[in-house]
């Protein structure tokens, strides 16, 4: 059975550092993609309490799906190049939105979510899906969470 995750205290650095152990041991020796992005977005929520925290997987060369998640209902499909998803998909590099009603194109899944930061999963040469975290406040994520969010979705 697996150990109960242990929050940690402190600056949102210090949260990151104690999960990123948490994470490789959690996911260690599992090759199943779903099974890993279930845990490692609870992990995620529960650890920062985010508004909304998933993954939308790559399901044609052109649209994304709902994947595994934390939150409320959130959007079904998106397509390549659309909204903060589809835009990092696209330039396979994270976007960090620090107002999500300023970002163009931005699809309002929730019209409480007010900043957002979506980190590409990589496999073989590939993107494969996208990590979506949105916050109800502004301007919740820097290159602190870049970073961290980077290096945890590697494991996966």
Not at 24 to 40: Q, T
Not at 57 to 68: A, I, M, Q, Y
Request: a negative charge; hydrophobic letters at 40%.
């Amino acid at each position: 059975m697996a150990e109960e995750l242990t929050i940690h205290a402190g600056s949102k650095e210090d949260k990151y550092s104690g999960l990123v152990p948490q994470v490789k041991a959690v996911v260690e020796g599992e090759s199943d993609l779903i099974a890993n992005m279930a845990n490692v977005a609870s992990m995620l929520h529960e650890t920062f309490g985010f508004w909304w925290t998933g993954f939308y997987r790559v399901s044609s060369p052109t649209g994304l799906v709902l994947g595994p998640f934390q939150g409320p209902l959130a959007c079904t499909r998106i397509q390549k190049g659309k909204g903060v998803c589809g835009t990092a998909w696209e330039r396979g590099e994270t976007v960090i939105v620090p107002d999500v009603d300023a970002f163009p194109g931005h699809i309002a899944c929730s019209s409480l979510s007010r900043s957002e930061i979506v980190v590409p999963v990589w496999r073989g040469g590939e993107v494969v899906a996208v990590l979506d975290i949105d916050s109800k406040d502004l301007a919740t994520f820097d290159e602190v969470d870049r970073r961290y969010l980077e290096e945890i979705v590697q494991c996966i």
